[in-house]
């Protein structure tokens, strides 16, 4: 299923780099989502933005700052990430809040 | 109490046995539920989506309790492909309608 769209798949970066996470999402949904899983943990919610407004930012530290251009975009920009910020990156999309969110492949990102 | 709240498990069980999973939910209000599989390393996909009067696919089961805010899976006569994590994902109403996601319930199919 290509229906979400991450890039890149895998991404190795110093803590002082500055690096973008890319998502595109093709089947005309309203809301996307930004989630992180670090290693045998549960989902964690980042970000939420529907139709191009942030309705959710979840605590997320300000090195972690989203962007949405437009319904079919989402991005994750990085910079000055912490070791513990090693983890799969997964976005994910729905039509409206109540209903089944579909996820990109995610990127796996180590921070040195 | 935690939004929402599984059992992490593992469950471990021989093929062709019978397994569910419970899920509980502390928001009286909450207005849709899924079940999502995630394996190893991959994302989560969507397994059903859970309807006040049950649903099934296959050999899967899904059931809503509202009056004590839980939903279940069953999973019949169990393949070695179902093994994987389990999440439950409640989503509230209201104008934001936030979505909590569970911890997941890993289960292990055995030869």
């Known amino acids: 299923e290509t229906g979400v769209t991450q890039t890149p798949r895998h991404l190795v970066m110093g803590m002082t780099n500055k690096k973008s996470l890319k998502c595109e999402q093709h089947?005309?949904?309203?809301?996307m989502y930004w989630y992180k899983q670090s290693a045998k943990k549960p989902l964690e919610l980042m970000f939420v933005?529907?139709?191009?407004?942030?309705?959710e930012n979840n605590s997320v530290p300000s090195r972690f700052s989203p962007e949405c251009p437009n319904s079919s975009h989402l991005f994750l920009h990085l910079h000055t990430l912490q070791p513990e910020d090693s983890a799969l990156y997964l976005c994910?999309?729905?039509?409206?809040?109540?209903?089944?969110?579909?996820f990109g492949d995610g990127t796996r990102l180590s921070i040195l | 109490r935690k939004e929402v709240e599984q059992d992490p498990g593992p469950f471990n069980v021989p093929e062709g046995a019978t397994v569910a999973f419970n899920c509980t939910y502390s928001?009286?209000?909450?207005?849709?539920f899924f079940w999502y599989r995630q394996d190893c390393r991959k994302e989560p996909k969507l397994l059903m989506s859970?309807?006040?009067s049950g649903n099934e696919d296959g050999r899967f089961t899904a059931q809503l309790n509202r009056a004590s805010q839980y939903i279940s899976l069953l999973i019949r006569d169990s393949k070695l492909s179902d093994s994987a994590t389990y999440l439950c994902?409640?989503?509230?109403?209201?104008?934001?309608?936030?979505?909590?996601f569970g911890t997941g319930t890993k289960l292990q199919v055995i030869p």
């Open positions: 089947l005309g949904h309203n809301a």
């Open positions: 994902v409640v989503t509230d109403s209201g104008g934001y309608q936030k979505v909590t």
């Open positions: 928001n009286s209000a909450s207005q849709s």
């Open positions: 933005y529907s139709l191009e407004e942030r309705v």
């Open positions: 994910a999309s729905s039509q409206f809040f109540d209903q089944p969110q579909h």
């Open positions: 859970v309807y006040s």
